[in-house]
């Protein structure tokens, strides 16, 4: 985890504020013990952009040529917290539906809508 500016730092500037960017924590009121705690950020999962782009224009963190084919994954690394149970069932029930009934080449094209 770095602040986007530190992206074009060396290594060890980088390195070095890690220590500092683990102490950003966010957690829901029920965990809050009143101490400190840290998470080592630099373990955090990574999941892979594709074509994103960078610069002058939006980085596309969401590759749409192969989200479906990710997202599976991301439901399995990822649990459900209280409350999200529905959500990720109703995703996984969807995510099985379509590879049940179409082909991989035709299951996620994009879709045109009738003119009206």
């Known amino acids: 985890m770095h602040p ?11 390195a070095a504020l890690q220590p500092l960017l683990n102490q950003i924590m966010a957690h ?9 705690r840290t998470t080592d950020w630099s373990q955090a999962p990574s999941y892979p952009a594709g074509d994103a782009t960078s610069g002058e224009q ?3 963190w969401v590759d749409p040529e192969v989200f479906f084919d990710v997202l599976p994954a991301v439901l399995d690394d990822v649990p459900a917290r209280p409350g999200e ?13 379509a590879a049940r009934t179409t082909s991989t080449a035709t299951r996620w094209a994009p879709r045109t809508r009738p003119s009206v």
């Open 4 to 14: 986007a500016g530190l992206h074009e730092r060396p290594d060890a500037d980088r």
């Open 28 to 36: 829901p009121l029920a965990e809050y013990t009143g101490r400190p």
């Open 58 to 60: 939006e980085t596309r």
């Open 85 to 97: 149970e529905a959500l990720y069932a109703l995703l996984r029930s969807v995510l099985d539906e």
